[in-house]
Structures are given as structure tokens and as C-alpha cells.
């Protein structure tokens, strides 16, 4: 075969200098700021699209809450920084170092350099005071046998275990970060573990939720939940905080200095705002906020007891509508994207201001365009509370609560939401448009006074290996074919 011919000097260097700017046009599209991609949806989208559109918007940081391979598969090849996650109810598991050997096998050496890990989360919040110390004797022993084992598989260099926690791990008597120490009921615990952390190199990660200041207290300053709200505090020294995130994140601070890991890194695992579900969860809101943090993650301005560049997941990647309401029905819509992938509001993921839409996920396929609504003619009415119980506690009514989207519907519509919500959850299972007779199908679009009744997504239901436990090295090849 004859060579190929030679380009011209000039040519070569033409191509060779269009490669390089090809490469840094890619990189420049990356943002520091990563993302948690929650999984508690009852239609999950196509986790290759899903991966396809984070590289898009140029998402490279990732946090999981497991390590299914599904998602995961999807990520390899990605360049995607992943943390992977060990939920709270394995934590037990965790504490034979066997077993923490082999998850490390199965989950982390198994994909070899094909999956940028970062971290490993080991648990969620698991000190959460409502979860009344259920995880207080399992959590350190389950983070020093995977940060062993991830040592002993020869990647403890390059993967750190960590434990994602609540700021409700810390307090301060008087709401000034200055007196922040880590709880009464944990301190020594939590004075063991950071030590740990330190010693191995892993940060510490922290969910800090400034909507959750405002939730929980009529009285707390509605200004002070946004970073560009304006009210100050004063606090020892001449320091001021302007925002309850710099509150929260330096009362953190204290509180490791006090512990003796004043140098400790910090992540922030979780910071976000609902966009429905309350009267403070909305989209203009929620845009105000993000782009508040973001212009002030951009600048690397960093708090006043850390200057500099902070590391920060935002929460969430999708709106999931099988999470608990037990904290609130704003639970639910965390989301920066709406559950069938597309963007809720213009952003800027650099924070630099100039706002525009986010890329979706492409190729959603959705359920047929109908609908299941009240059916107004049904001779006994008798069983409507129990039927609209039963569509709410299966389904989902989060939106229709005081001050939610939905909320300005009148009686029948309200009826309608709470049966078709069912129904698309369903996958518009004709049974599950009966309600005893109370329920119809329509083809006309229901949505009404600006309430929109979705039409639900044809779910990417994961393989049905992934369903049966194949290992992840078995299961990678299926998934590379299958996502």
C-alpha cells in the first residue's frame, strides 16, 4: 500500500493548531460546579442521554447515591468525575471488612481507569438527629474498612472514602459561626472521625440547605437565605456574613478548628432550592438563588474564615417524584430539570451572568398524549375522599399545596391532578383510571389555570440483569450495548 501523501508544512501546523483550540473549546466549556444525579424517579430517564447532556452543559463532577451499574456504566469513558455512594442501610454491612473488600472489588477496581472515582460515600446524613442515632454505631467503622480496603486495592492514593453529613452535626448557642462546634451528643465521635479524614486526605462533606433556614422559621430573615441578599450579620473579629450560606460554612469551620483539623477541606456535598412544594419553593426563586451562588463560586471568593475556590455539588440534578415528603413536599422538586429532562430556567453553570437555557436530555420518548381526569357524570360520589386519598398517597400531589404551582385549581381540577398524577405513575394503565368509577380518560389536554398535567416518560427501566445482581465487570459490557 503507498504511503499516504505528506501535508505541507504549513497545512500540518494549520490542522495541529485546530486540534489544540478544538481541545481547549471543550475545556473551556467545563464548570467547576458538580451535580447530584438522585435516582428516586419512578420513570428514570436513559442514563447515556443523561450522561450526554451533563458533558453538554459541562458538568464533570458527579455525586451518586449508590453505585448501581446502570448509571454507572454510563459514566465510563465519560471523563466524568463520579462519587459513588453506600446507602445508609448497608452501613451494617460495611462493617466486616470482607464485605467492604469486596464492595471495593465490585464497585471501584472492577472498571479499572474507565471510571474517574473521586470519592466514596460512605452513608447519607446518617446522623441526622431524626434518624435517632439508628447509624451512630455503624458509620466510622463501615468509612475506615472502605478507605482499608480502597488502600489495600491500590487506589487509596486517588479514592477517599468520606461520610456526607447534615449541617445539623454542628451548632453555635448564638447563631455566629465564630461559636460553631460539632453537636453535644456526637462531639467525640465526630472529633474521631475528622481526625481520620485528615489523616487519610479525604475532605469533609457537608449538605448545607439555606431554603431549610427559611422552611423552618417564619422568623429567619427571608434576605439572608440568598447569597445576594444583602442583610448582614456581625460576628467576632469585625467579620460580617452577608448570606446564611457563609454563616453555615464558616460555623463548619470553627468547628473543625476546634476538633484540631483547622486545614481540613471541605466539600459541599448538597446546596440547592425546590421549585415547587412551598410557598418559598418557585422557579424565580430558585433561579435567584442558583445564580447568586454561582456568580459567587465563579469569583473564588470563598467564605471569610476559607477564602478561595470551594468545591460544590449542587442538589439536584432532576425533580424525583418517589422521595419522601416527610421533611416537606417540596422534597420532590429539587431539580434544576424537570422529571422528563428538560431545563426549569435559564443558568449559568460558569457565573458569569450570561443566563440561557441548559442543554436537555435528548431523545425522551413520552407516554400517549391522554389523560385521567374526575369524571363529573358518576351517579355515587361516595367513595371520592378515600379514591383522592388513595391517588395522592400513591401518586403524587405535591404541587397542589398552599402556594404551589398548582394551587389556584378549583374543586374538580384538583380532583383531575390528583387522578392523572396516579395514572401517568401508572404508566396509563387503563385500570388505573377507575377510581371506582369516579375517573375517564380523555384525549383533551386537562392542564388548566396554568397548572400543566404532565404526560408521564416511557421509563428507561434498567436491564433486567442489572434487576438480578450481576457483578459490575459482568454487567459492564451489557450496559456499554444497552444504555
Known sequence: MAPPPRLPAGAAALLLLLAVASRAA????????????????????????????????????????????????????????????????????????????????????????????????????PFLKAYNGSFMKTTFPALKNIQKALNEAGVGDKVKATVPLNADVYVSPDNKPSSGAFRPDIQGLMTEMVKFL????????????????????????????????????????GISYSNVFDANYDTLVTALKKAGVPSLKVVVGEVGWPTD????????????????????????????????????????????????????????????????????????????????????????????????????????????????????????CTALGYGCSCNGLDEKSNISYAFNMYFQMQDQDVRACDFDGLAKITTKNASARGCAFPIQVVSAAAPAAAAVGLSAAALLALLMVLV
Open 198 to 237: 485528615h489523616e487519610h486526605g479525604s475532605p469533609f462533606v457537608v449538605n448545607i440547605y439555606p431554603f431549610l433556614s427559611l422552611y423552618q422559621s417564619d422568623d429567619f430573615p427571608f434576605e439572608f437565605a440568598f447569597v445576594d441578599g444583602g442583610k448582614t450579620i456581625q460576628d467576632k473579629g
Open 277 to 396: 412544594g412551598d410557598k418559598n419553593a418557585n422557579l424565580k426563586l430558585a433561579r435567584r438563588y442558583y445564580d447568586g451562588l454561582l456568580k459567587k463560586l465563579s469569583k473564588k471568593e470563598g467564605t471569610p474564615l476559607r477564602p478561595g475556590k470551594m468545591d460544590v455539588y449542587m442538589f439536584g440534578l432532576f425533580d424525583e417524584d418517589m422521595k419522601s415528603i416527610l421533611p416537606g413536599n417540596f422534597e420532590r422538586h429539587w431539580g434544576i430539570f424537570t422529571y422528563d429532562g428538560k431545563p426549569k430556567f435559564p443558568m449559568d453553570l460558569s457565573g458569569h451572568g450570561n443566563d440561557k437555557p441548559l442543554a436537555g436530555v435528548p431523545g425522551v420518548e413520552y407516554l400517549p398524549k391522554q389523560w385521567c381526569v374526575f369524571d363529573d357524570g358518576a351517579e355515587d360520589k361516595s367513595k371520592l375522599p378515600g379514591n383522592i386519598q388513595y391517588a395522592c398517597a400513591s401518586g403524587d
Open 26 to 125: 471543550a475545556d473551556g466549556n467545563a464548570v467547576d460546579v458538580g451535580v447530584n444525579w438522585g435516582s428516586q424517579l419512578s420513570h428514570p430517564l436513559l442514563p447515556k442521554s443523561v450522561v450526554q447532556m451533563l458533558k453538554e452543559n459541562g458538568i464533570l463532577k458527579v455525586k451518586l447515591f449508590d453505585a448501581d451499574p446502570w448509571p454507572v456504566g454510563a459514566l465510563v469513558d465519560s471523563g466524568i468525575e463520579v462519587m459513588l455512594g453506600i446507602p445508609n442501610d448497608m452501613l451494617e454491612t460495611m462493617n466486616s471488612y470482607g464485605n467492604a473488600q469486596d464492595w471495593v472489588k465490585e464497585n471501584v477496581t472492577s472498571y479499572g481507569d474507565k471510571l474517574k472515582i473521586k470519592y466514596v460515600a460512605v452513608g447519607n446524613e
